[in-house]
Antibody, heavy 116, light 107 residues
Framework: EVQLVESGGGLVQPGGSLRLSCAASGFTFTTYWMSWVRQAPGKGLEWVAHIKQDGSEKNYADSVKGRFTISRDNAKNSLFLQMSSLRGEDTAFYYC?????????WGQGTLVTVSS | DIQMTQSPSSLSASVGDRVTITCRASQGIRSDLGWHQQKPGKAPKRLIYAASRLQSGVPSRFSGSGSGTEFTLTISSLQPEDFATYYCLQNNSNPPTFGQGTKVEIK
């Protein structure tokens, strides 16, 4: 089955760090750009970051630049998002997304809550 | 950044109604636009890509049109399972940007 499964969300204190993972299956992971998109509770969708097939190119939203790092392990069909210096406004569901043709495949999401 | 202005932000409609949602880009994006549907508590799901191409498995009552700066998602006959929030997305240029969403509710 073609799917993306996120993990790693949870409760973290302001200023803390968290690493999200996304396991891809059912397709050739190495041929796709991959993205992270987030959604604060009750709000709209916000693109966070994306990474090229070989990891050589990465881009970030201004709101997370310098605090978040996207990476991938093609041998393990996995995508990651390392988040540091977390703030309350980073509280959201984080979705792993295959970035082909206007984002064709979404994971189920993992919730990150930043609170003391 | 390209701004995507989606309208209306919400609408009430009845089963069987024709529904139209519009997305306007702040600059030309050719046909690099997709439409996504999100139901409460679920992940978004792509309905349309390249402005007018229907995702496999999506009912034909959904259609998309437009290019450049003006785009439309049409539901020809609204069904109970279509009540959801719809988002447009451009990825013509970085960063990818979403419209603010249109919530389709039952009248």
């Amino acid at each position: 089955e073609v799917q993306l499964v996120e993990s790693g969300g949870g409760l973290v204190q302001p200023g803390g760090s968290l690493r999200l993972s996304c396991a891809a299956s059912g397709f050739t992971f190495t041929t796709y750009w991959m993205s992270w998109v987030r959604q604060a509770p009750g709000k709209g969708l916000e693109w966070v970051a994306h990474i090229k097939q070989d990891g050589s190119e990465k881009n970030y939203a201004d709101s997370v630049k310098g605090r978040f790092t996207i990476s991938r392990d093609n041998a393990k069909n996995s995508l990651f998002l390392q988040m540091s210096s977390l703030r309350g406004e980073d509280t959201a569901f984080y979705y792993c997304v295959r970035a082909a043709r206007n984002f064709d495949l979404w994971g189920q999401g993992t919730l990150v809550t930043v609170s003391s | 950044d390209i701004q995507m202005t989606q309208s209306p932000s919400s609408l009430s409609a009845s089963v069987g109604d024709r529904v139209t949602i519009t997305c306007r880009a702040s600059q030309g994006i050719r046909s690099d636009l997709g439409w996504h549907q999100q139901k409460p508590g679920k992940a978004p799901k792509r309905l349309i890509y390249a402005a007018s191409r229907l995702q496999s498995g999506v009912p034909s009552r959904f259609s998309g049109s437009g290019s450049g700066t003006e785009f439309t998602l049409t539901i020809s006959s609204l069904q109970p399972e279509d009540f959801a929030t719809y988002y447009c997305l451009q990825n013509n240029s970085n960063p990818p940007t979403f419209g603010q969403g249109t919530k389709v509710e039952i009248k």
